[in-house]
């Protein structure tokens, strides 16, 4: 005989599910501008045209790496060390050169120029696109920051991973679309990974600051209220749709609303990651030459930027990154910070490069082992770089020419396009905008920049503006 209670169990479990259905094809709908509506705005959606790249991972140096002591070799700027810089240098005009510590060598068969400070990223100098020729606007680290991931610096805009989810959606319904481990509390914050104008549920999955150092869980107890130890999950089920129908009941009486649409969403969602987080971020799966791969054993990997003392801190965070992308994740950021070297260039630059060093060398061998790289983007960079004048024992801002790098993905391995003038100043061939860049990330994509829209303040918005070109040169 069927009780009451078995009767109500089985009948209320589904009127949440029903109302995030219809709320989900109905945002859905409006995305895909056109074409068939999904029953879940994080689906999959085929691209403009097809792609080179599926997934994203971008290794965001927060405080802007010195370029002329990484990646863009200036002899000139050794030879002239301490000498006085010319008037063309603008604002540096006048102040003194400092010639890079470090020593520069070709590296692979492509030959590449890398300072000695990354030894074994250099082994994968043949897989590096290096862009020397890097600018954007302001030399103040809030709005490059925003401008680096938002496109632009003076209206809140979504980010790029934001953009990149809602114009492909994920491959994995039960984690979000886009991931963003241990985010910078500055320069912006959430900005830098919310979904502004587009819906709620493109915006990145926050995984926290710290607790990466030490255990073999790798930081799991980071994502805020992944679990509930009080009741189990079908009694948890029956409890949210509940507040699912008086959230929807809220919706209907207000009609659209974005704010009510992404806590549904988001609801449903935090549902269904607890059956599935828990255990992607479980690096004790991980094979023990797989975990020295990125530089996890023995220690080392600490440092600034709040991940933890010991245990190879960063390297965790990128195994973290390679196990999401792997599991469906479309758009996943990592953000290291303590790049802001004013002084003493020598020692902080080498202790900020000794703690990437061998987890970002080790991620290219792994995704390469395991066939990703091909399809997997992956970016290297900061806001700007840094001026070939002294600040006392370091460098100033600058974001008139500097680098970052790019891998897999579609794009030409071993190959460095661009150049900044003879000292490092400023770009002056090859030179490519941020609004460029972004163009080129969704162009591998398989995503028209300039198709990729979304109707807000009575004019299709879109992450590059009314700017933005695809560097052709770089495309494999």
Known sequence: MLSRRSLLKGTSSGFGYLAFAALANEQAARAAEGTAAATNPLSPKKSHFPAKAKRVLFLCMDGAPSHVDTFDYKPKLNADDGKTAPARAGRFGGGKLLGSPFKFKQSGKSGLYISEVFPELSKQADELCLLNGMHCDLPNHPQAFIQMHCGIFQFPRPSLGAWVTYGLGTENANLPGFITLSPSGGNGGPVNYGS???????????????????????????????????????????????????????????????????????????????????????????TAATQRLYGIEGGGGGGPGGFGGGGGGFGRQCLLARRFLEAGVRFVEVNVGGWDHHRDIKTSLTNSCNNIDKPIAGLLQDLKQKGMLKDTLVIWGGEFGRTPTSQGDGRDHNSRGYSIWMAGGGVKGGFAYGKTDEYGFEAVDGKVHVHDWHATVLHLLGLNHEKLTFKHAGREMRLTDVKGNVVKEILA
């Open 196 to 286: 502004s104008f587009l819906p709620a549920v493109f915006q990145g999955t926050k995984i926290g600051r710290g607790g990466f150092g030490g255990g073999p869980g790798g930081g799991a107890q980071q994502v805020a209220n992944l679990k509930n130890p009080k009741q189990t999950a079908p009694q948890q089920r029956i409890e949210l749709d509940f507040l699912q129908s008086l959230n929807q009941n809220a919706l209907e009486q207000v009609g659209e609303n974005p704010g009510i649409e992404g806590l549904i969403g988001s609801y449903e969602l935090a549902f269904r990651m607890q059956a599935e987080m828990p255990k992607l971020m479980d690096l004790s799966k991980e």
